[in-house]
């Protein structure tokens, strides 16, 4: 089975120029998440999609970000314009969705951004 | 609001030992607790998965608790490798099941 896939795996930007991620959830997975992890921290949850649309949004800095899930399975994530403290590994994450329990998370391998 | 602390921040510890990492939470409305380990440069790779009904898990080396009243898991390590050196994020599943994570402990293990 394959597992999620993220493009790039690299990006270096000045700042105020957008740049945009995109993930390719494991097939059959309907839970979508965006993940940011700043260097020594832990990661924060971004967006979760289920299929297509947002389940919870409230850590996304909306000004600059968006994201979307048109069609229920891949997603991108967008920051335009973007800042210094922007630099971290974005990582998406996929799930099933099955009721009543706690579902496993499976993460990509992150893209690395870098904004000078 | 919930929050997640890993203690230590780091181990260093010589290849043998049997080991243990240490996670706390402050809300016990969690649906799981998760273990996952992260390589430089690397995403994160799931260990172990504890649902809230259940006590522990085991898998090969490692053994995960969870006791959801006091808020703590342990990750249990025995017979450290370097291989295993690493950082060892733990999380637990809220809400929604968005997972809230520890910054992690970063392991060491030195033939």
């Known amino acids: 089975e394959a597992g999620v896939a993220q493009s790039p795996r690299y990006k270096i930007i000045e700042k105020r120029q957008s740049v945009a991620f995109w993930c390719n959830p494991i097939?059959?997975?309907?839970?979508l998440y965006w993940y940011q992890q700043i260097l020594g921290q832990g990661p924060k949850l971004l967006i979760q999609?289920?299929?297509?649309?947002?389940?919870?949004d409230s850590q996304l800095p909306k000004d600059r970000f968006s994201a979307e899930r048109l069609k229920g399975v891949d997603s991108t994530l967008k920051i335009q314009p973007a800042k210094l403290e922007d630099s971290a590994v974005y990582l998406c994450?996929?799930?099933?969705?099955?009721?009543?329990?706690?579902?496993?998370?499976?993460f990509g391998p992150g893209t690395r951004l870098t904004v000078l | 609001k919930q929050e997640v602390t890993q203690i230590p921040a780091a181990l260093s510890v010589p290849e043998g030992e049997n080991l243990v990492l240490n996670c706390s939470f402050t809300d016990s409305a969690i649906y799981n607790l998760q273990w996952f380990r992260q390589d430089p440069g690397k995403g994160l790779t799931s260990l172990l998965l504890i649902q809230s009904s259940q006590r522990e898990q085991t898998s090969g080396r490692l053994n995960a608790s969870l006791d959801k009243s006091s808020g703590r898991s342990t990750l249990y390590i025995a017979a450290s490798q370097p291989g295993d050196s690493a950082t060892y994020l733990c999380a637990v599943a809220v809400g929604f099941q968005k997972l809230v994570f520890g910054t992690g402990t970063r392991l060491l293990v030195s033939p």
């Open positions: 097939s059959g997975h309907a839970t």
């Open positions: 994450a996929s799930s099933l969705v099955i009721a009543g329990t706690g579902n496993e998370q499976f």
């Open positions: 999609f289920q299929n297509n649309g947002v389940v919870d």
